[in-house]
């Protein structure tokens, strides 16, 4: 079964993209997706070789609700910044974040959700994949900083990608 499907959830993930690129659900449209779901990761697991394990269970829903709601309160955080607060008040700071991810597909998503977080952007990872340079726009205490983005969305990634 694995050579035929090699990545499940890529497979599924791309046959619901294409549905939703589609914009309607025909027989047509459903035939076509499962066969790029299953054709795609055919062609591409030989690029694949260590793929990672990856939890799609609660601990990958937990992480995906707390980056929904994250994003909500930093959009408020954000627009109340700009409409009362003046530029010369802002904080904005480089913040240099250790990294205990392992594997590229986890730091990946972590860099991404800190870039999708308003406010923040992942901006580089050290050569060596130990550390993550991130912009905050507005931070009192870069310490705290760290550690929030540690303990709220690397430590969860740790349980997704075991």
């Given at each position: 079964?694995?050579?035929?499907?090699?990545?499940?959830a890529l497979s599924v993930l791309l046959a619901i993209v294409w549905l939703l690129m589609a914009n309607s659900?025909?027989?047509?449209?459903?035939?076509?997706?499962?066969?790029?779901?299953?054709?795609?990761?055919?062609?591409?697991?030989?690029?694949?070789?260590?793929?990672?394990?990856v939890r799609f269970g609660l601990a990958a829903l937990g992480y995906v609700a707390i980056v929904l709601w994250?994003?909500?309160?930093?959009?408020?955080?954000?627009?109340?910044?700009?409409?009362?607060?003046?530029?010369?008040?802002?904080?904005?700071?480089?913040?240099?974040?250790?990294?205990?991810?392992?594997?590229?597909?986890?730091?990946?998503?972590?860099?991404?959700?800190?870039?999708?977080?308003?406010?923040?952007?992942?901006?580089?990872?050290?050569?060596?994949?130990?550390?993550?340079?991130?912009?905050?726009?507005?931070?009192?205490?870069?310490?705290?900083e760290v550690a929030r983005i540690k303990q709220r969305y690397e430590k969860r990634l740790m349980q997704v990608?075991?």
């Amino acid at each position: 079964m694995r050579r035929l499907i090699p990545h499940p959830a890529l497979s599924v993930l791309l046959a619901i993209v294409w549905l939703l690129m589609a914009n309607s659900i025909t027989v047509g449209g459903i035939v076509l997706g499962l066969i790029f779901g299953i054709l795609l990761p055919i062609f591409t697991a030989p690029f694949w070789p260590d793929r990672p394990r990856v939890r799609f269970g609660l601990a990958a829903l937990g992480y995906v609700a707390i980056v929904l709601w994250d994003i909500v309160i930093a959009n408020f955080q954000i627009a109340w910044l700009i409409l009362f607060r003046r530029n010369r008040d802002l904080r904005s700071r480089w913040l240099v974040i250790p990294i205990s991810l392992t594997t590229p597909e986890a730091i990946t998503v972590l860099a991404g959700t800190i870039s999708l977080t308003p406010g923040t952007v992942s901006s580089d990872v050290s050569a060596d994949g130990r550390f993550l340079l991130v912009h905050a726009l507005d931070v009192a205490d870069e310490a705290a900083e760290v550690a929030r983005i540690k303990q709220r969305y690397e430590k969860r990634l740790m349980q997704v990608f075991a």
